[in-house]
């Protein structure tokens, strides 16, 4: 699985999620490889989009159809600046994968020096079950210099809020901290999804 995630400050929310709609509906049938997206704004006006292809191949062929290029042009005009873009290979399911029932959403974008530590952890389910169990799965996707970006989907963001309260185990408290240091959360309190 390849991620591509988007994100721009944008103020004009309507016509963004209309766009974006509007994408699903006309291009996504047209996209080779796409598997679906998570995507909302945060509360100081950023949108945030985690898409999910196949393979970078998919993405980048995505990028090339002359209409996926007017569509984004006409995406940019609805943005107040730049869209950042991060491109991702190394994705790990976390649990079963994120999941189009969620009530809300926590994207988690730092920078670690051992990537094969921090998958090592998503990966121990039973620690996760243990440590987050309203969690009900995600991604992780990691770039090429170690920063990654972490999509987590929750039932409902008071039961993340409660689950947040929980003291981790020991062990599970050392590798958050070791992973966490310097992060930056993006909550999606009314996320939206789009899948193949």
Known sequence: MFIQMIQGPCSRQ????????????DLAPGATGWLGGTYGFTDDGQLIGVVRFESREAAMA???????????KRMTEVLDGPMEFHDCDDVTLILDGGSDDAGF?????????????????????????????????G???IEDDGSFIDTIAFTTEDEAR??????????????????????????????WFESA
């Open 105 to 137: 959403v926590q994207i988690i974008r730092g920078r670690v020096e051992d990537p094969s530590r921090l998958k090592a952890m998503v990966a121990d389910t039973s620690m996760l079950h243990e440590a987050r169990p309203e969690s009900i799965g």
């Open 62 to 72: 995505n990028s090339e159809r002359p209409e996926q290029g007017e569509w984004a």
């Open 14 to 25: 309507d016509e963004a999620h209309q766009l974006l709609d509007e994408w699903r509906r």
């Open 162 to 191: 409660k689950g947040e309260q929980i003291e981790p185990p020991p062990e599970m408290r050392r590798e958050l901290e070791y992973a966490m240091k310097g992060a930056t959360y993006y909550d999606l309190h009314h996320p």
């Open 139 to 141: 991604t992780l996707a």
